[in-house]
């Protein structure tokens, strides 16, 4: 499938995806709309058979999805390179993100992420709402006490 994401053709290797990520719903958040971006960004990403398959490297919105760059192949960072895929394909995981459509073979043999798309925002949900910050604890005051 040929697409056309930020002025760059893309030739995404989708037809590797479960049907449900190529009919996904307008937004493209899956179970993640009130996470965080700065929760995802960084988070260990694992194959349906518990592999670590890659790291989230960003979060970008194209043509009305939300797709997640990831950091796949290499060692210890030489040789790795970035794909994106749909957020919709990730789901939480104890202590990490579980990627059950693809393995570490098919994400390896997939073109290179080219930078298409908007970065989402690390202060704000995936869905685009922004993040309170949490108010300032006051200074602590030392108060000393006489001693006997």
């Known amino acids: 499938m040929q697409e056309l994401i930020g002025g760059g053709l893309v030739v995404a290797a ?14 493209g958040y899956g179970a993640f709309a009130d996470t965080a971006v700065s929760e995802l960004v960084g988070q260990n990403v694992l194959s349906a058979v518990g592999d670590n398959v890659g790291e989230v490297e960003a979060l970008v919105s194209a043509d009305g999805a939300v797709l997640a760059v990831l950091g796949v192949g290499g060692f210890l960072g030489f040789g790795e390179h970035d794909v994106a895929v749909p957020l919709t394909e990730l789901s939480p995981a104890e202590g990490a993100l579980l990627l059950e459509g693809l393995d570490r073979e098919t994400l390896e043999a997939m073109p290179e992420y080219g930078g298409e798309g908007e970065p989402l925002a690390m202060n704000t949900t ?23």
């Open 126 to 148: 995936v869905a685009g709402a922004p993040i309170a910050e949490e108010p300032a604890l006051p200074d602590a005051t030392v108060i000393e006490t006489p001693t006997e």
């Open 14 to 27: 989708f037809s590797a995806l479960p049907v449900a990520a190529q009919d996904q719903p307008e937004g």
